[in-house]
């Protein structure tokens, strides 16, 4: 091998472990972001928010009830007789930057109807909304 040839060799050399920082560089930002964009906090163990790991979970969220007596906040009374709510909600929330995950973890007995419609991708088409 001439020394031109080596010199060359080795410049290559160099070019490749550049190249090779930069991929597992881009590697980082990529499995950052994907943990960032999932689609749920719960699934990520991440905020979207601020990227933190420290996630608290509130496994029931209170609302106010009559004379001001605490009850869990949920999507529906099936009675206006019972006390009883159904789809109670749920909240994860990052203890570094306060973003919240809303969730319904028990669904049974929520049902659509007056106040709940069963949304498809033809229901948003067309339908205004704050982020169009
Ligand atoms: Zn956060």
Do not use: H
């Not at 991929?23 to 979207?48: Q, V």
């Not at 605490?70 to 909240?91: D, E, H, Y």
């Not at 306060?98 to 669904?107: A, K, L, M, N, Y």
């Amino acid at each position: 091998m001439t020394p031109a040839n080596r010199q060359r060799l080795v410049q290559r050399f160099v070019e490749l472990r550049a190249l090779e920082n930069e991929i597992g560089a881009l590697r980082d930002m990529i499995l950052a972001a994907r943990r960032r964009f999932a689609s749920s906090m719960r699934k990520a163990m991440s905020c979207p928010a601020c990227g933190s790991a420290t996630i608290l979970e509130a496994q029931f969220v209170l609302d106010r009830g009559d004379a001001d007596s605490p009850k869990p906040l949920a999507l529906q009374k099936p009675s206006v007789w019972r006390q009883a709510t159904v789809g109670n909600f749920a909240a994860l929330v990052c203890q570094d930057c306060g973003f919240v995950e809303w969730s319904v973890p028990d669904r049974e007995g929520v049902t659509e109807g007056a106040d709940i419609r069963r949304l498809d991708a033809s229901s948003l088409d067309g339908a205004p909304t704050p982020y169009r």
